[in-house]
């Protein structure tokens, strides 16, 4: 048996020795067609989804789904649109393994590499992270159903009606009684792009999210908006890709170099920034995402190291139009610049109506700018749009009556940020943010069911002892 093989049956045993308590207690619930509906739909098999479903089974809450439309192995960014070559977290952060030492990524690199590899890496390569997820989520056993996409989510009766799209087009519906939204970046919105670049032809821009060929680039003139650690890394791409030049530019007057996640992965911020009021919660956390995230040191080294990489600090893009011989001239303070490609390291735009399977309440979905005032020197138009989420990371009405089921959408993704700090898509916050969501959950399923559990406890005749002599009166 290999070490990795090793492994995987340690972690089952240890998961089996601290399964109390291990009794199964959510009573099955119909859906109208007369089939079972799910206890929870998690949709996005990535790490967050991933670790929502593994917090489940520990939970015994078993009867639960995750979908992705991406095919085994490509859930999330980390073989798609990330371009570093290592995460950016530190090593030792742990996440979806949930204190269980045994499924911590370290044990999956030393049961592959070594204890002293492990000791001499710097950082977790993003390849061997997407491969110690899927290794995860084979160990622990979380049911996923792949290539299928969410298209709807609507209410029927106290479930939820969800339609689910394979890969083949064909369509199927299952019920629910709660929906967890773990889908990344995007999950309430669209990534953004200013409109004027938007609106040139596709062959002269992209957005870092998309599918860049860089190997198009080579020997073109590149320019990169924003000075983020995904347009670094997006600009060292087509520098790695023999462009002739790089131009990055930032609005800033200098880059950002604070990595405020740093500063508030400790206990008491991840665990209770979501029980201050709504003004601390504004305060706090409209400080860390105005100064948005710094980049490490190897992010900047891997563009600088290129003699044809130029950052242009205070330099915003006004507008953009593609010229008649090809490429684009770009408006800025500094005067036009001309340039063959752009990329967009923009970020995502908050606008729920962006997402199809949210047709539905889209327009009463709850946002901060809805609930909350600030004083006149901390308002910010952008975190405004954000979704203004309950206790267990639900949707909340902005009309209350209007779309009363959307109180069984839980949202877990970067959209929850403003709300709960640090939780869904980060890998510093997930020994927190996990337990939190699947508390919310499972208080969920026990009150609504308690008539059921009444009744039980009053049936409840099991004796636990057996009188082998008379009682005498």
């Not at 990524?105 to 592959?112: D, F, I, N």
């Not at 205070?314 to 036009?336: F, M, S």
């Not at 877990?412 to 700090?421: P, R, W």
Request: hydrophobic content about 45%; some cysteine.
């Amino acid at each position: 048996m290999d070490a990795l093989q090793a492994l995987t049956g340690r972690a089952r045993d240890d998961l089996a020795r601290i399964a109390h308590p291990a009794r199964p207690w959510v009573p099955p619930r119909p859906g109208p067609d007369g089939n079972a509906a799910l206890d929870v739909l998690v949709v996005g098999a990535g790490q967050s989804g991933l670790a929502t479903g593994f917090g489940l089974l520990r939970a015994q809450v078993r009867n639960i789904l995750l979908v992705d439309g991406a095919a085994r192995g490509l859930e999330g960014p980390w073989l798609t649109y990330a371009r570093m070559p290592t995460l950016r977290s530190p090593k030792d952060y742990t996440g979806p393994d949930l204190d269980i030492p045994s499924l911590t990524y370290q044990s999956w690199h030393e049961a592959r590499y070594g204890a002293a590899h492990w000791q001499a890496l710097d950082r977790i390569p993003r390849g061997d992270w997407a491969a110690y997820l899927l290794w995860l989520r084979d160990t622990v056993q979380v049911p996923v159903l792949n290539e299928t996409v969410v298209t709807d989510i609507a209410p029927a009766g106290d479930l939820l009606a969800v339609t689910l799209r394979a890969a083949d087009g064909t369509e199927t519906l299952r019920h629910a009684r709660r929906v967890v939204l773990a889908t990344g970046q995007d999950s309430l919105g669209r990534w953004a792009m200013p409109d004027f670049v938007a609106g040139l032809p596709a062959a002269l821009r992209a957005h870092s999210a998309d599918a860049i060929n860089f190997a198009l680039l080579r020997g073109k003139r590149v320019a990169v908006l924003g000075a983020g650690a995904s347009a670094l890394d997006n600009a060292a791409s087509a520098l790695e890709a023999g462009a002739a030049e790089v131009h990055l530019f930032c609005r800033r007057p200098e880059p950002q170099l604070v990595q405020p996640y740093l500063w508030l992965t400790f206990a008491g911020f991840l665990r209770h920034l979501s029980d201050l009021d709504d003004r601390w919660r504004w305060r706090l956390m409209r400080h860390i995402l105005s100064l948005r995230e710094g980049f490490p040191q190897p992010t900047w080294d891997r563009c600088a190291r290129h003699g044809h990489f130029t950052l242009h600090a205070g330099a915003p893009w006004r507008g953009a139009r593609a010229l008649p011989g090809g490429g684009v001239e770009i408006d800025t303070p500094q005067g036009p610049f001309q340039a063959d490609f752009l990329i967009c390291g923009t970020g995502i735009e908050m606008q729920p109506a962006a997402r199809p399977e949210l047709a539905r309440c889209a327009g009463n979905i709850a946002l901060w700018g809805d609930r909350y005032a600030p004083p006149e020197g901390e308002r910010d138009d952008r975190l405004a749009r954000f979704p203004y989420l309950g206790a267990d990371y639900a949707l909340q009405e902005k009309t209350v009556g209007q779309t009363p089921w959307i109180a069984r959408l839980h949202l877990f993704s970067i959209a929850s940020t403003l709300s709960f700090g640090a939780s869904g898509s980060s890998i510093n916050a997930m020994t927190t943010a996990v337990p939190k969501l699947v508390n919310g959950l499972t208080r969920a399923l026990f009150t609504e069911d308690v008539e059921h559990h009444w009744a039980e406890l009053q049936a409840w005749n099991t004796p636990q002892s057996v009188l082998r002599r008379p009682v005498t009166a």
